[in-house]
């Protein structure tokens, strides 16, 4: 506490201060440690005889001092011949470990390390054909048209695949026979399966170094496209299994879709994780064009009006229509109600696009002009919030199916949005599905325990 008195001396006038004793020590201690030097510590005081209490030699124990040595100290002065005990220890400089990629998420894929394997009992057939080759001694003409063909719901369980290891991402049908099953894992590998005959494993595809999410055939099937979470998109020959070319953007491909206009099928689309769809041609390697509107990470590509046009989506809760190969949308819909779209499959009239919505329904929009939502159509009843699961439509047009995160296959009516039938189809959820595009009632289903079932 301080108070302050104004008193007149002879040189003028002089502030007088009162200031309580703790006060004075505290800001005097302040003042003389200010103003010395400092003080290098040395070695500690004995601690003492504890036999002795008083006088020299008495016992100190932890309560022993410090002697300094002052910088300013003269040899005659008491302490000046102390040794000084506390030195800085030289540390000898450690040489610096080689940086490594160790911990980090992404490396770069130099494209070596492709590889693949053929299981199957025969490479060639006794006429030397490949699996490539239609089969003809089936019973049922797969290269047949299915105008007049009228789908049903399949019934039983006849066949299981069990090769891979982790979650099925992605199943594809060969284009047009349907004789070949393709499916893509999280276990980094592609394999193709023989449909008919024994149901054997036939080659396994690898090179991938992190799961592959999504696959696609072009026309005739004597390639396909992969792409992963190691941020490769690569194109593999279905025959031999080598691996054709590869593409990257640096970011991660979520869904990789071909061309199918004949004369321009040699290019292809890829919604990235960057929110940009990129557009390569296959014989040059290199990206052609660029669509960068979308504000969150592309999820589907849908070619429609005979592939002129295509419609995406993303998770920024959006759909948005291309003209194909101009980069501005032409129809852009973002709707409150509105939940991110992960899956899409059109429907074989090309008038519509049905789109797996996060809220656990399947919404449909119109693939004309206007692009606008058919608010009759909603198919209800299964769940899939959480996955991003497959939505299938039948070669008739005349049903809707789809996984569910409980385990069940769904079908839905087309024309009046009611549920079939549900199939308890596994004990995990179902992530991929697809109907055949030849036979009347089989189905294809993809777990995330790795298993692949044939349903008739």
Known sequence: MATNTKGRVPTGFADEIV???ASFRSAHRARESAAEPPAKKLKREEKGDASIVYGKGAYKGPWAKYEYERPDANSEEEGSDVEIIYEEDEIEEQPTAPATKEGTDYETDNGANEKTIFHGSSLHDYQGRTYMHVPQDLGINLKADIADVKNYIPKKLVHTWKHHTKAINALRFFPDSG??????SADNTIKIWDVYHERELLRSYMGHKKSVNDI???NDGTQFLSASYDRQMKLWDT????????FSTGKTPHVVRFNPDPSLNHEFLAGMADKK???FDTRSGQMVQEYDHHLGPVNTITFCDENRRFITTSDDKSLRAWEYGIPVPIKFIAEPYMYPMVRSAPHPSGKYVAFQSSDNQIVVYACTDRFRQNRKKSFRGHNNAGYAIDVAISPDGQFVSSGDSGGFVTFWDWKTCKMYHKIQASE???IATGWHPKETSKVVTGDLNGLIKFWD
Request: charged share 15%.
């Open 277 to 279: 769809i990129v557009q």
């Open 216 to 218: 696609c055939f072009n």
């Open 428 to 430: 995990s959820p179902i």
């Open 19 to 21: 200031i309580s004793e």
């Open 239 to 246: 025959e031999t299994g080598k691996c054709v070319n590869r």
């Open 179 to 184: 004789h070949l099953l393709l499916s893509a």
